[in-house]
């Protein structure tokens, strides 16, 4: 199975070894899967479409945005001076802009982090001591002085779950969680001087990132996984230490059994919290699969792993350079300015708008997750499928955002009663969700629609189940349909949370739809996305007949 080079570009496999119900899994997978069609005429049709569309897309992308565009000196301040061929670069999205400028710092960190780790291994230094050692120097010269109130708040979080029973430990974390979110948000940070005047003077020093607010989201996803893992081994009297180690452990072992009591202190809980590799951006780890590895590393990380996975984030860096240097589609929609576009122009402008959130997410957790990787802890993977390799709302959720994705599941859809109410606890998860993002109208607006759009999906599948249905030639072309109804659902929910907002999107929709080419255009552009849907639909096939399962 290992052997396989699709395992080795998902790296959703996390152990080598495999359990007898994974091995089923795989077998079941391998005996449902149905017969090739990749070299069959209705293929090569779709195969001729793409050669003729495909190139066309970036065309009118590049045309819409580049020198020569009607619209170009509308957006052109917006623009620096960039390295490819003199070229200007759009480095206008602050977020990845914040990201991409440090990238240096940010590597020189690794290097120096996987020298130290060599060193302290040979001279016998514990792991999660040299964790911490690190994690204060780092966090120092990332937040400065706000180290301090970073601590505090890791310290009021550990205090409720070691002072309170259960069932009201639970409900203060999550409250404190929510409130601190909120708080963040409002006070900026809250400075030293608003607190104490008398301590104005260590706001002069707030270290590389001074909002550390902004990353403390996903310290908040750390402290709830903490206090709830902690609760559950309080009715688990086995620990996953008396299991045999000769036998495989799955990821799900390592998550819901959890370590010895002893194991949930503080130092273990600071450990975890500032574990230097994933503390800006994750991916997310739980607590107990935390501790796990660093006690036993998996044998799922590997130096060839490693080393392929290194290639795949610089792969990934040089395609976004390549973007940002020829396509200023986000300097373009953050000005605006649609006139004078063609329908397919102003689309593409929006499609690879959302190609760059794509990279703009996925290089950052990718290069984290390489330097966990290197330093042999191996987190999630997050956005297992390209962005244009997704039909399905609920699939495209659980892929885009992995490692979150499985957070949220474990921590608060199934303690809200998971599928027995789906579309309540859909909502409010997708809430919190957004809140967690960000507290903005157009992310909660994102979070509704998401539920909303789901909701179809769910629905057509109850009508239309595919062991009645799944035997009928008909029924692949159907489920074709509603994907293309899932694409452009799932095109407008994120464009309004990640890229133009309502007005924007409306702004779009409006200048696409006002001239006589729009709807002929919309229509094509669904027999274009029909055809894509038929080639997703036939590469998890393909995945099925080599027993793998992405379940996106």
């Not at 991409?100 to 302290?120: D, F, G, M, S």
């Not at 095109?491 to 990640?498: D, E, H, I, Q, T």
Request: hydrophobic share 50%; with cysteine.
């Amino acid at each position: 199975m290992m052997t396989n080079p699709l395992y080795l570009f998902s790296l959703d496999v996390l152990d080598t070894r495999l359990t007898p119900e994974s091995q089923e899994k795989l077998n079941q997978n391998k005996r449902n899967a149905t017969q090739s069609r990749w070299w069959t005429l209705e293929f090569f049709v779709y195969y001729a479409i793409f050669i003729t569309v495909v190139p066309q897309m970036f065309l009118a992308a590049m045309s819409a945005t580049n020198e020569k565009s009607v619209n170009y000196h509308l957006f052109e301040d917006r623009l620096e001076q960039g390295w490819i061929f003199g070229r200007k670069v759009d480095n206008s999205d602050a977020q990845y802009a914040g990201f991409r400028n440090k990238l240096p710092i940010l590597a020189a960190a690794v290097i120096l982090h996987y020298i130290l780790r060599r060193t302290a291994n040979a001279l016998g230094i514990r792991r999660r001591v040299f964790d911490v050692g690190f994690a204060a120097i780092f966090l120092a010269v990332l937040h400065g002085f706000s180290t301090l109130k970073i601590l505090t708040l890791y310290l009021a979080n550990f205090l409720i779950s070691k002072s309170l029973k259960k069932g009201t430990g639970m409900l203060v974390t999550w409250a404190f969680n929510i409130v601190v979110l909120f708080l963040n948000e409002s006070y900026e940070g809250y400075k030293f001087g608003s607190l104490v005047p008398g301590l104005a003077i260590l706001d002069g020093y707030c270290g590389l990132l001074p909002r550390w607010d902004v990353n403390f989201n996903f310290s908040v996803l750390r402290m709830i996984s903490y206090n709830y893992d902690y609760y559950e081994s309080l009715d688990n009297p086995d620990d996953i230490e008396k299991k045999q180690l000769d036998d495989p452990i799955s990821e799900g072992d390592r998550i819901r059994v959890g370590p010895p009591k002893a194991d949930y202190n503080f130092f273990n809980y600071l450990a975890y919290l500032v574990y230097t590799p994933l503390y800006i951006a994750g991916p997310i780890l739980t607590f107990n699969d935390f501790i796990y590895q660093s006690k036993h590393p998996l044998p799922s990380v590997s130096s060839k792993r490693t080393l392929l996975y290194g290639l795949r984030v610089l792969f990934c860096i040089l395609v976004m350079e390549w973007l940002l240097h020829y396509m200023y589609v986000v300097a373009l929609s953050g000005a605006r300015v649609w006139t004078g576009l063609s329908p397919l122009q102003i689309s593409m402008v929006g499609f690879f708008n959302l190609k760059t959130i794509w990279l703009k997410l996925l290089i950052p957790w990718r290069f984290f997750r390489l330097w966990a990787l290197l330093d042999e802890i191996d987190p999630p993977d997050n956005m297992l499928r390209c962005m244009s390799n997704n039909y399905s709302a609920s699939a495209f959720w659980r892929s885009w955002h992995r490692s979150y994705n499985r957070w949220v599941t474990r921590y608060l859809y199934i303690p809200l009663g998971g599928a027995k109410h789906a579309i309540r606890n859909m909502l409010i998860v997708f809430t919190f969700v957004a809140v967690w993002h960000d507290i903005q109208l157009r992310l909660l607006a994102w979070g509704w629609l998401i539920t909303l759009f789901v909701i179809p999906e769910v629905a057509a599948k109850l009508i239309f189940p595919a062991k009645k249905w799944g035997t009928k030639p008909i029924y692949r072309h159907m489920c074709a349909i509603g994907g293309v109804a899932n694409i452009y659902m799932l095109m407008l929910a994120n464009l309004v949370g990640f890229a133009v907002g309502l007005d924007g999107l409306r702004d779009m929709l409006r200048d696409i739809f006002s001239t006589w080419m729009g709807i002929p255009y919309f229509l094509f552009t669904s027999a274009c996305l029909f055809v894509g849907v038929q080639v997703m639909f036939e590469v998890r096939a393909q995945e099925a007949r080599q027993g793998i399962n992405l379940r996106c």
